[in-house]
């Protein structure tokens, strides 16, 4: 890879432009993956969950860019409609490929971020692998209202990384969403963890061990599909 250090860039959407961090690998754990994580609806590129995830799977080889969609870097609080959501993706991931030509790379995100992502996996897009953390299956409430139309078109192997609890990804509608999966996808739940990844204070576990479980989990399952694992 070109660059060694982390680097903030400013990256053009079509006549916009929205900010980027690079975070790459820990030198002693470089696994040659370069994940392009996008935020949640209510999150940006520098909420307390991006940095943890960010920095936990820095710690176990990948390079990290993690970036704004536009709405955030304008500071709104509305989310812009999916086609800018993934416009705004596919253009970090053209810098990615030109500044670092990763040997793997990697698309998805937390929640909505990674519903985008999975979106444009679904549509073909080229990557190696698509790697989902709180995948937001339905609204709060509403499980009727499933967003798994797509998930059958996925090629690309995925991680997808949700909690028990969470609210927004009922464990037996997802289970029975991916029975008409037929790509390479592993689903990891966390015990007792909800949308945000954060457990009860009874489970004896706090923040920091779900984050070095995502880790570890993300680290074994990149050097699967890379024929390693």
């Known amino acids: 890879m070109i660059e060694t250090d982390r680097a903030e860039w400013r990256v053009s959407v079509g006549s916009d432009e929205t900010g980027a961090i690079f975070q790459p690998a820990s030198p002693a754990s470089d696994i040659g993956a370069v994940f392009v994580c996008a935020h949640g609806a209510g999150g940006s590129m520098h909420d307390r969950g991006m940095t943890q995830t960010a920095e936990t799977l820095v710690s176990k080889g990948f390079g990290v860019v993690r970036f704004n969609f536009l709405y955030k870097e304008k500071k709104s609080s509305r989310p812009d409609p999916m086609p800018r959501l993934k416009d705004c ?6 810098r990615v490929r030109d500044e670092l030509a990763p040997k793997t790379l990697i698309i998805g995100g937390r929640s909505m971020g ?37 998930l059958t078109a996925i090629k690309v192997p995925v991680l997808c990384i949700n909690g028990t609890r969470d609210a927004l990804c009922t464990p037996a509608l ?19 963890a909800d949308h945000s990844f954060h457990v009860l204070k009874s489970s004896g576990r706090g923040d920091a061990d779900v984050m070095q479980e995502i880790g570890e989990t993300g680290r074994a399952w990149a050097l699967r599909i890379q024929g390693r694992g």
Not at 89 to 94: E, Y
Not at 128 to 140: E, K, Q, R
Not at 181 to 191: G, L, R
Request: charged share 20%.
């Open 174 to 192: 997802m289970e029975r969403a991916l029975k008409t999966v037929t790509t390479d996808w592993m689903m990891h739940w966390i015990e007792g």
């Open 89 to 94: 993706v596919t253009a970090v991931v053209s």
């Open 114 to 150: 990674g519903r985008a992502a999975s979106m444009l996996a679904a549509e073909g897009f080229d990557c190696d692998g698509l790697f989902l953390l709180a995948y937001p299956l339905h609204p709060a409430g509403q499980p009727e209202k499933l967003r798994d139309a797509h």
